[in-house]
């Protein structure tokens, strides 16, 4: 079983260190020529620039870029190079235009079949850490159940569905909301405040799931919840490392924002407008996320935010 992760980021090496207490090598994609491995990782991971190499001498593909260059990064690939390799996705975000959502562009451009997608409530220090922690996967094989198992320390508590539209979004959306978090935090800094937004923004969450893709029905028929999606909501739109609410915060003061908009990648950022572009075109109802999106693009005042939210 040969292991390999595309992509550099703190997220890539919490998952490594994830790996590494059942994997003695894994192999790490960066597209970076200059980059270095942190010297506690040099011994257990070897590090790859040419992507081709690396799809093609390992089993098991982690997926860990960001979404804004999934298809940069995939786009001159040989064709049928992942036939016979398991990908599994942990990339958050939709692409700009149909199908949107990471797993179909992937099924549809490069025809992979063998595909899981996952997301929990994951901090990446504490995975590093290795701290018990839980993650939900959508598969597309029941026999990927197992292969997950065998992947992942016992400390992991592993949840599984075969719905991916609902937990790529809902973990696209959860990036969004938070820099909504980080609005309110920023005028108020109240723990109260915070959650009382968060509540509002999680039923809507929710409720565009159920619009989108029929997710309280599917709960309601089979009286189980397929996605921990909880817990990832509320972890992201609160912790104090998530740059989407760090974002947020500097809503009130444009040039720390534009700033930070150029010294970090900011998912929920990224990705809103392509979340709204699905959403319009579906027709769905979702007050906080379009105040958002005015707020961010259309340069709407903040404070708009707390009005939508609490009267």
């Not at 920023?186 to 809507?204: I, P, V």
């Not at 992201?236 to 809503?251: A, P």
Request: with cysteine.
């Amino acid at each position: 079983m040969k292991i390999a992760l595309i992509g550099s980021g703190k997220y890539s090496f919490a998952i490594a260190s994830l790996l590494l207490q059942k994997a003695n090598k894994l192999t790490m994609w960066t597209h970076d020529k200059t980059f270095t491995l942190p010297e506690s990782y040099q011994k257990k991971i070897d590090l790859e620039t040419d992507l081709t190499k690396v799809i093609q001498e390992n089993n098991i593909i982690f997926l860990l870029i960001s979404s804004s260059y999934v298809e940069t990064t995939f786009k001159d690939l040989p064709k049928n190079l992942f036939k016979n390799k398991l990908l599994i996705i942990g990339t958050k975000g939709l692409l700009p235009y149909k199908p949107y959502y990471i797993s179909k562009y992937l099924r549809k451009q490069k025809h992979i079949r063998n595909l899981i997608y996952f997301a929990g409530p994951n901090l990446a220090s504490d995975l590093e850490h290795l701290f018990p922690t839980s993650m939900t996967f959508a598969i597309t094989k029941k026999r990927q159940i197992n292969q997950i198992k065998n992947l992942f320390p016992d400390f992991i508590s592993a949840h599984f569905t075969y719905l991916f539209e609902p937990i790529e979004l809902a973990s696209t959306l959860k990036n969004i909301y938070a820099i909504g978090s980080g609005i309110l935090e920023a005028k108020y800094h109240s723990q109260s405040t915070t959650f009382a937004y968060l509540s509002k923004a999680y039923d809507e969450c929710l409720s565009i799931l159920d619009q989108i893709a029929n997710y309280t029905k599917y709960m309601r028929d089979f009286k189980y919840i397929p996605l921990d999606i909880t817990g990832d909501f509320f972890l992201t739109g609160t912790m104090s490392e998530s740059r989407n609410k760090k974002y947020g915060t500097l809503m009130y003061n444009k040039e720390a924002k534009a700033k930070y908009e150029q010294e970090n990648t900011i998912e929920g950022l990224i990705n809103l407008p392509n979340v709204y572009k699905l959403l319009k075109k579906r027709k769905v109802k979702a007050p906080l996320f379009y105040t958002l999106y005015q707020i961010i693009f259309q340069e709407k005042d903040p404070n708009t935010l707390e009005e939508v939210t609490f009267h």
